[in-house]
């Protein structure tokens, strides 16, 4: 704790200016990121006023006080934000496992457009619509975009080397611009609307195909009339169901519930008049943080790297309302508004918003019970002395040992931690050498945590008996990482799910627990995962290979011939379909050379 003469020489040497201050314990430890308009006056604070429990243990462990002083409120509330996210303060208000959400791509600067799943920074050309708040929302309004305005959604370099309609043709999801099956101001069209659509110009878009649809009757081209009215039926049905308000624009509704120190926020995306979707985040806070401390740190870690409404309805006035609008406009570059309480029509979709904050809430304390009797079975089954609070889990995929990647899942006290898992590329071993490819992934990552850059976590498991455990013993010791528990998880005599047996270091005797211990359901579900994230890992190597490597790799063929083989056959598939002489016949391939690319076309794909 401080003393008195510390503590005010500390505050001496604080400028009135804004920033973000770092509360620090005796061993280095942060213990709390804030931020502030006037750094001075907020850390001053902290040792003028009555505080509540938690503010009052936190302050009497603080040793130092770190601050960075910034331009603006809006630089403040970035830096906040990262701190908070790579420290982990425990008195903060923690979102976990957050990422960045998803938006439609529509590639404008081309002749014609592809639409397209993105995620990502939106500073390239084009117009990016979102966000969404899943990527099963994105898929689905792509998909029902290919039925009613059939524009592509191939990448650019399957759209290139078409020399005829491939299958999205057949079935009438697109007009196959890549062989000049539709003009390019027809094409446009279809552009047109979908763009509208996007942008909740949903009567615009009806009104427009009702038009055309009299036309064709009117022309006795009655089945063009068939299938405009069929894209209008559909899309009456999308708007009934995404409907919120007739006055249009964008905002999203916040909602925040709060039980036995667990708290759910919900969000609804709002844009067009349209609801977009929704979602649920439980960030973690303090034991005794109020509803308004919570949506004040969930409003500043969830716009800190997203795009901000220029409404934001919210159940709970924040924190520091007035300095998170000031911080939110300087990001947007126009007025955002954080709106509470609220009357009338947006009343009622706050609370439908509440709603669903309660019912998610309950699932998630519900399931959360039942994950705290796993974690205690699992400490019984192990003897540990407390239950885990971080474990780690590492599998390898491969296909006959090529391409092998390695994972890394983490589970914490409340479940997985899916912002923590890590995946491993791993080379320069002998095909097939699991206990090789274990020690590698092993050694990286847990080099990072021996410079500090990772948590150490309680409990590490091995898919794999004692080989594997081993392996895995030898790149701690080699490395120096003490305090790890190790236990291999390996399959039974019969390999059934139920009749695992954990080993565990110097240990003569399996540990066998019975098919229905909470336990080893624990331990089954982390295992799955890190299996489920190794094999969706080693597939897409795989087929980023397949699509790469097959032609890059012969002798002979460059990229002009590439391009020709790929128009030719449509992509890879059809040139493995094909015959030395078909390969042969395509300008510019000696026969020679054809049977070198049929060879190689068979063995890289694996026929």
């Given at each position: 704790?401080l003393?008195d003469?510390?503590?005010?020489a500390?505050l001496a ?6 920033g ?13 990121v804030g931020?502030?308009?006037e750094l001075?006056?907020?850390v001053?604070?902290?040792f003028?006023?009555?505080l ?10 603080i ?10 409120e ?19 208000v923690?979102?976990?496992d957050?990422?960045s ?5 529509l ?8 639409l397209?799943?993105?995620?990502g920074?939106?500073k390239?050309?084009g ?6 708040p ?5 898929r689905e309004?792509?998909?029902l975009?290919q039925k009613?305005f ?5 990448r650019?370099s399957f759209f290139?080397?078409r020399?005829?309609?491939c299958?999205?043709?057949q079935?009438?999801?697109c007009t196959?611009?890549?062989v000049?099956?539709i003009?390019?101001?027809d094409?446009?069209?279809?552009v047109?609307?979908s763009i509208?659509?996007?942008d909740?110009r949903?009567d615009?878009?009806?009104r427009e195909?009702g ?7 009117a ?6 009339a068939?299938v405009?009215?069929?894209?209008i039926?559909?899309l009456?049905?999308?708007q ?5 308000t007739?006055?249009g ?9 709060t039980?036995?120190?667990v708290h759910?926020v919900?969000?609804f ?5 349209h609801?977009?979707g929704?979602?649920?985040?439980f960030?973690k806070?303090?034991?005794d943080?109020?509803p ?5 740190g ?8 997203k795009?901000?409404a220029p409404?934001?309805?919210?159940s709970?006035?924040?924190?520091e ?10 990001r947007a ?7 509470h309480?609220l009357?009338?029509?947006?009343a ?6 509440q709603?669903n904050?309660?019912?998610?809430l309950?699932?998630?304390?519900g399931s959360?019970?039942?994950?705290n009797?796993r974690?205690?079975?699992?400490r019984?089954?192990l003897?540990?002395?407390?239950q885990?609070?971080r ?8 296909t006959q040992?090529e391409l092998?990647?390695?994972s890394?899942v ?8 899916k912002?923590?898992?890590?995946r491993?590329n791993i080379d320069?071993i ?9 020690a590698q992934?092993l050694?990286r990552?847990y080099?990072?945590?021996k410079d ?7 409990l590490?498991?091995?898919d794999?008996?004692r080989?594997?455990?081993?392996a895995a013993?030898?790149?701690l010791?080699?490395?120096g ?13 019969d390999r059934?799910?139920g ?6 270091p110097?240990q003569r005797?399996?540990i066998?627990a ?7 359901h624990?331990i089954q579900?982390i295992?799955d995962?890190a299996?489920?994230?190794a094999?969706?890992?080693h597939?897409q190597r ?13 002798p002979?063929v ?11 056959f449509g ?5 493995r379909?094909?015959?030395?002489d078909?390969i ?9 050379l054809?049977?070198q690319i ?8 694996g026929?």
């Amino acid at each position: 704790m401080l003393t008195d003469e510390a503590r005010r020489a500390l505050l001496a040497r604080i400028p009135s200016q804004p920033g973000v201050y770092r509360m620090l314990d005796a061993e280095g430890t942060v213990l709390y990121v804030g931020k502030a308009k006037e750094l001075k006056r907020r850390v001053s604070s902290y040792f003028s006023r009555s505080l509540n429990h938690r503010l009052q243990v936190m302050v009497a462990r603080i040793a130092d006080i770190q601050i960075t002083v910034t331009r603006t409120e809006g630089e403040a509330l970035l830096l906040e934000a990262d701190l908070i996210k790579s420290h982990q303060p425990r008195f903060n208000v923690l979102l976990r496992d957050d990422k960045s959400y998803p938006f439609i791509y529509l590639s404008t600067q081309d002749a014609f457009p592809r639409l397209a799943f993105y995620r990502g920074s939106r500073k390239g050309k084009g117009r990016y619509f979102g966000p969404y708040p899943s990527a099963s929302a994105v898929r689905e309004t792509l998909q029902l975009l290919q039925k009613i305005f059939p524009v592509r959604q191939c990448r650019d370099s399957f759209f290139r080397n078409r020399s005829r309609p491939c299958l999205q043709y057949q079935i009438k999801r697109c007009t196959a611009p890549c062989v000049g099956l539709i003009s390019e101001p027809d094409y446009a069209e279809d552009v047109a609307r979908s763009i509208k659509f996007l942008d909740g110009r949903t009567d615009e878009v009806i009104r427009e195909l009702g038009e055309r649809m009299d036309e064709a009757a009117a022309a006795l081209e009655f089945e063009r009339a068939a299938v405009l009215r069929d894209q209008i039926a559909t899309l009456g049905r999308i708007q009934q169901r995404q409907y919120v308000t007739a006055s249009g624009g964008d905002l999203d509704i916040l909602a925040c519930a709060t039980e036995a120190g667990v708290h759910c926020v919900q969000v609804f995306f709002i844009r067009a008049g349209h609801n977009l979707g929704n979602k649920s985040f439980f960030p973690k806070a303090p034991l005794d943080a109020t509803p308004e401390t919570v949506m004040a740190g969930f409003l500043t870690q969830f716009y800190a790297d997203k795009p901000i409404a220029p409404e934001l309805l919210v159940s709970h006035a924040p924190e520091e309302q007035e300095f998170l609008e000031t911080a939110f406009a300087q990001r947007a570059g126009r007025r955002v508004a954080i709106r509470h309480p609220l009357r009338g029509e947006r009343a009622q979709w706050l609370k439908m918003a509440q709603s669903n904050a309660e019912l998610a809430l309950k699932s998630r304390l519900g399931s959360r019970s039942g994950y705290n009797q796993r974690l205690e079975a699992l400490r019984e089954l192990l003897k540990l002395d407390e239950q885990p609070r971080r474990m780690e889990c590492f599998d390898i995929s491969h296909t006959q040992g090529e391409l092998t990647v390695a994972s890394c899942v983490v589970f914490d006290d409340e479940g997985p931690r899916k912002s923590d898992y890590r995946r491993f590329n791993i080379d320069g071993i002998a095909p097939g050498d699991d206990y090789a490819a274990m020690a590698q992934a092993l050694g990286r990552r847990y080099k990072r945590i021996k410079d500090g850059e990772v948590p150490v976590p309680d409990l590490l498991f091995i898919d794999g008996g004692r080989g594997q455990l081993n392996a895995a013993v030898g790149i701690l010791e080699e490395l120096g990482i003490q305090g790890v528990r190790l236990v291999g998880v390996a399959k039974g005599p019969d390999r059934k799910p139920g009749a695992e047996q954990l080993w565990q270091p110097h240990q003569r005797h399996a540990i066998i627990a019975p098919a229905d211990s909470p336990a080893m359901h624990l331990i089954q579900q982390i295992r799955d995962e890190a299996h489920r994230f190794a094999i969706t890992g080693h597939r897409q190597r795989r087929d980023k290979a397949r699509r790469t490597s097959v032609l890059e790799d012969i002798p002979g063929v460059g990229a002009k011939r590439r391009a020709s083989l790929l128009r030719a056959f449509g992509g890879l598939r059809g040139l493995r379909r094909a015959s030395a002489d078909d390969i042969a016949r395509v300008d510019g391939i000696s026969t020679v050379l054809a049977e070198q690319i049929h060879q190689a076309v068979h063995q890289e794909l694996g026929g």
